[in-house]
């Protein structure tokens, strides 16, 4: 178990007190009740912890520390059963090129290492040529600005401009990396729903389809044999022959992948006309991040949230699905 807590000089702190049953499988030693061999610091923090080699390089050369009982050491100390473990994450260069804007965020959870965020429609995550500013990006550098965050901008999931809900933002590269690893293995999960086009048959299902850009385009995509593995689950829990809302589970994270697998079934969410979907009715896709589970990186702790849908898609829901 770790404990977290911010210092000025160093900015964010790890902690972990090492357990008696730590085995290194690449080392052969091991912390065991009565036969505390030790283990080295450097093994615990890899194969224990799962910190990355870059990021204790990082640590190392880049204005951070570790300390073993409140001691500087190095990553080739040797541990022992119940020894204090400290990390301390230095603070990162700013982006120049991300400039810090003062956009009000509604912020549903926050930490010394990450943030969950709801983010309204019409926001862009990142900034592009077509959209250089009033991203949530510069937003949360704006707040990371006024609060004297010393870490830059690292985004675990994105949300489409016009999809709205919850996306989870780690405050430095560590937490980005560890929470990048916990959604690869399965630690890290989000459900959406949205407004589909037509009923939607079978009711409960799995769409498995490769998804790649469309050659034509840079921003459409498309369902290809040779794109990436795409896998998406989703249960529709309302439905009249017009329109079915449909609660969606991603396995993957691929650009646009509900919207283009959705698509593909022959169901375009509402609103969303690049795929297909009709306008009339709502300027942007109904679509809408509206839990996400998570492992805490750090702790161990199972965190939970959720985001009441916006106004626009409760309107359009209440008038289409009786």
Not at 37 to 58: C, M, P, Q, W, Y
Not at 184 to 202: M, S
Not at 248 to 269: C, K, M, S
Request: aromatic share 6%.
């Amino acid at each position: 178990m770790s404990k977290m807590s911010q210092n000025e000089s160093m900015s964010c702190k790890i902690e972990w007190v090492v357990p008696a049953n730590v085995v290194s499988s690449n080392e052969c030693s091991s912390i065991n009740e009565g036969i505390n061999e030790g283990i080295l610091l450097r093994t615990f923090l890899r194969d224990v912890i799962g910190i990355s080699k870059k990021s204790l390089a990082d640590i190392k050369f880049k204005g951070g520390k570790i300390l073993v009982n409140q001691k500087e050491v190095t990553v080739r100390t040797t541990i022992f059963s119940g020894d204090r473990v400290e990390v301390y994450v230095p603070p990162e260069p700013k982006n120049e090129s991300l400039r810090p804007e003062c956009i009000p965020l509604d912020i549903h959870y926050e930490d010394d290492h990450l943030l969950v965020i709801n983010k309204p429609h019409g926001m862009p995550t990142i900034p592009s040529r077509e959209h250089p500013s009033r991203t949530l990006a510069n937003a949360v550098m704006g707040y990371y600005e006024s609060h004297h965050i010393p870490f830059t901008f690292h985004a675990v999931n994105r949300l489409d401009r016009d999809t709205s809900g919850l996306l989870v933002v780690a405050k430095h590269g560590l937490a980005h990396d560890q929470l990048s690893k916990g959604q690869r293995a399965g630690k890290l999960k989000r459900y959406y729903l949205a407004l589909a086009e037509g009923f939607v048959q079978p009711r409960e299902g799995t769409i498995h389809a490769p998804i790649k850009r469309r050659p034509s385009s840079i921003i459409e995509r498309m369902v290809a044999a040779d794109g990436q593995e795409a896998i998406t689950h989703y249960k529709v829990i309302n439905d009249n022959q017009a329109y079915s809302e449909v609660e969606i589970n991603l396995e993957t994270g691929r650009t646009h992948q509900i919207r283009v697998h959705f698509a593909h079934l022959g169901h375009p969410l509402l609103g969303d006309d690049l795929y297909g979907g009709s306008i009339e009715l709502l300027a942007r896709q109904a679509l809408h991040c509206q839990r996400v589970e998570l492992i805490h990186p750090f702790t161990g702790k199972h965190l939970h949230f959720s985001a009441s849908l916006p106004k626009d898609l409760i309107e359009v829901k209440d008038k289409l699905i009786k």
